[in-house]
C-alpha cells in the first residue's frame, strides 16, 4: 500500500475513533501499524483493564476473540469490537466446556485455575483465573491441601508447577506459537550474542524457560528490556512484541529468539479491519449477562488478591 494510502486509512481511522467515542487496544503481538496508532498497547487483561478507566463507548479490541469476550466482561456496558471476527486462538480452542466439565467430574473437589487465555465458557466453570505474569502466586494462594486442576496451557502450568513446588493436574493444550522457541535455536544464539540476556514467556516449552535468564509475561519483558543494564536481548515470544521494544529503546539489540514465532491470528487485525468495524460498528463481541456474572467471577477473585506486577525479574533467572 503506498504511504498516501496509509496516512489517509490513519486520518479515517483517528477521525471514526473520535466519532465513535471509542478507545483502540492493541496487543503487543499486533502489526507495528496497528501498534503505532493504538490509545493502549499491552497485554490482554491490563488491556481490558484500561478500558475500564476510559469514558469510551466503544471498545476497538486489536487482539484475538478470547481477549474481546475479556473486554465484555470487564466492560458490560460499553461495546466491544474485533476487527477481524475470524482472530481466534489455537490454545484456547483445545479445551471447551465439556471437557472441563468431565475433568471436574473426573476430579471433584478440585480448584481450576484457568489461564486467561480461555473462552469466557472455560473461565466459567473454573474457581480462579491467573495471568501468565501472576500464575504462580495465584497457585500458592489455593490451600496446602487442594487438588489443583490447571487449563489450558501444559507448559505454563509446568513452570508453575517447578516454581511452587505444588502438584499440579495439567491440561495437554499449548500455544502452537510458542512452541517455535525451540532450545536449540536460542543456544545457537546465545553463542552468537554470549552477551545477551535471554527472556521467554512462560508458555514456551520447558526446556526453554528452565534455561532462559528471566521468564515472564510480554509487558514483564517489555519492562525488563527497559530497566535491565544489558545492551541485547534474545526474545522468547511471539515476534510482534519486537516492534515495541526497539521503538522504546533504540538504543538496545533485539533478537527473534525464532524468527517463525509469528501468530497468524494476531496478525489478522489489520489497519483495513480497524477502518471497517469503525465505519460500521462490525464485529461485536458481547457475552450474555448470564455467562458474563459467571465468567466475572473467577476473574475478580484473582483481582481480588491485589498481585501486583513482580518486579524481581529484572536481572535474575527467576
Known amino acids: 500500500m503506498k504511504a498516501v494510502d496509509t496516512a489517509a486509512l490513519r486520518d479515517d481511522i483517528l477521525r471514526l475513533k473520535a466519532e465513535r467515542k471509542a478507545v483502540l487496544l492493541a496487543h503487543n503481538y499486533q502489526r507495528p501499524e496497528v501498534q503505532d496508532l493504538a490509545d493502549f498497547v499491552g497485554d490482554s487483561l491490563g488491556l481490558s ?117 505444588r502438584k499440579l493436574i495439567l491440561y495437554d493444550g499449548w500455544c502452537p506459537v510458542h512452541m517455535e522457541v525451540k532450545e536449540r535455536g536460542v543456544e545457537d544464539l546465545r ?22 535468564d528471566i521468564v515472564c509475561s510480554t509487558e514483564q519483558m517489555v519492562r525488563a528490556v527497559a530497566a535491565h543494564p544489558a545492551r ?10 519486537l516492534h515495541k521494544m526497539r521503538r522504546e529503546n533504540p538504543d538496545k539489540v533485539f533478537y527473534a529468539a525464532n524468527d517463525l514465532a509469528i501468530c497468524p491470528h494476531m496478525k489478522m487485525n489489520s489497519l483495513e479491519r480497524v477502518r471497517e468495524c469503525l465505519a460500521g460498528l462490525k464485529g461485536e463481541v458481547k457475552v450474555p449477562e448470564a455467562l458474563r456474572e459467571r465468567a466475572w467471577r473467577p476473574i475478580q477473585r484473582m483481582l481480588d488478591l491485589g498481585l501486583p506486577y513482580r518486579e524481581s525479574f529484572v536481572g535474575c533467572k527467576c
Request: glycine share 6%; aromatic share 4%.
Open 49 to 165: 483493564r484500561r478500558a475500564q478507566e476510559t469514558d469510551a463507548e466503544v471498545i476497538v479490541f486489536c487482539g484475538v476473540h478470547f481477549m474481546a469476550e475479556t473486554a465484555s466482561i470487564l466492560n458490560p456496558k460499553k461495546k466491544v469490537l474485533l476487527p477481524d471476527a475470524l482472530a481466534g486462538c489455537s490454545m484456547a480452542d483445545m479445551i471447551d466446556a465439556d471437557t472441563l466439565l468431565d475433568l471436574k467430574e473426573a476430579h471433584p473437589g478440585a480448584q481450576v485455575v484457568a489461564y486467561v487465555n480461555t473462552t469466557a465458557e472455560i473461565k466459567a466453570e473454573s474457581d480462579i483465573c491467573c495471568t501468565s505474569s501472576n500464575a504462580v502466586e495465584v497457585v500458592e494462594s489455593l490451600p496446602k491441601d487442594a487438588e489443583i486442576l490447571f487449563v489450558p496451557d501444559k507448559y505454563l502450568g509446568g513452570y508453575v508447577q517447578r516454581k511452587s513446588g
Open 191 to 212: 553463542r552468537e550474542h554470549p552477551e545477551a540476556v535471554v527472556l521467554a514467556h512462560p508458555e514456551a516449552p520447558l526446556e526453554v524457560t528452565s534455561k532462559a
Open 232 to 241: 541485547a536481548f534474545i526474545i522468547g515470544t511471539e515476534t510482534g512484541i
